[in-house]
């Protein structure tokens, strides 16, 4: 029997892989906000009859441009536009920062989607109309609860919390050159026929030197060499006396 193959740890300073739990909980959840709206859609003859119902019981003194303005349909699609907006926007914002790996909004979209799950039984029981708005609401909650169970599995917790980690982390910033890189070398570095330009050496644990080691700086190499009649020209160039 052959043993089982484990995926190889990510590197330091990497972002941690988001397992498959994760981005099909994302991706049902799409379902579950589309499902939502078209029912909600679905519903506004009966949501405008129970508007309709809320403003009969406004008191007697109620002014009557008040009145004939909440009984207008233009005020009724406002506000419910509103309120499915803001519902959609926080849904999208939470499921986005769920699939970033934020441990709470994990937690928040798992309840969520238990919500639209128990609101959906009870739905199933109660007087729906029109009939056909059942269709996206039973779509929305099976892909709620789905969701729900995929956020709540083990490898999404742990997923969260080495994103956690990860953001925690300071930021990794190169120390010198990569590996494999040339010395640093005069002029452009070249010689025109893409070989390194002559003149600059240093050899490990040794200070820069040009040609035959004359003009020596430990630590960097020099800007230029050094003129016959001015030895000290490359020291000068740095304000060295």
């Not at 300073?13 to 994302?26: C, F, K, L, N, S």
């Not at 309840?111 to 708005?133: H, K, S």
């Amino acid at each position: 029997m052959t043993a089982p193959i484990h995926p190889a740890p990510a590197e330091p300073g990497t972002r941690p892989a988001r397992p498959d739990a994760v981005t099909i909980a994302t991706e049902l959840w799409v379902v579950v906000i589309l499902g939502q709206i078209v029912a909600f859609i679905g519903q506004y003859p009966s949501l405008r009859d129970a508007w309709e119902r809320q403003v009969r019981t406004l008191p007697a003194d109620t002014p009557q441009q008040q009145v004939d303005m909440l009984n207008s349909g233009g005020t009724l699609i406002v506000v419910l536009s509103i309120f499915a907006v803001a519902l959609t926007a926080i849904s999208a914002g939470l499921v986005l920062l769920t699939r970033n790996g934020y441990n709470w909004a994990r937690i928040v979209v798992a309840a969520m989607g238990v919500f639209i799950a128990v609101n959906l039984v009870f739905t199933l029981f109660g007087d729906v109309e029109p009939r056909w708005a059942m269709i996206p609401m039973v779509i929305s909650g099976v892909a709620a609860i789905g969701a729900s169970v995929l956020l709540l599995r083990r490898e999404s917790e742990k997923y969260c919390r080495e994103m956690a980690e990860h953001r925690r982390r300071p930021p990794q910033y190169p120390t010198g050159p990569p590996p494999g890189s040339p010395p640093w070398h005069n002029g452009q570095g070249h010689n025109g026929q893409g070989q390194p330009g002559p003149g600059y050496h240093q050899s490990a644990g040794q200070p820069w030197t040009y040609g035959d080691g004359q003009n020596q700086h430990p630590g960097y190499p020099p800007h230029g060499p050094a003129s016959p009649n001015r030895p000290n020209e490359g020291n000068e160039s740095r304000g060295e006396s």
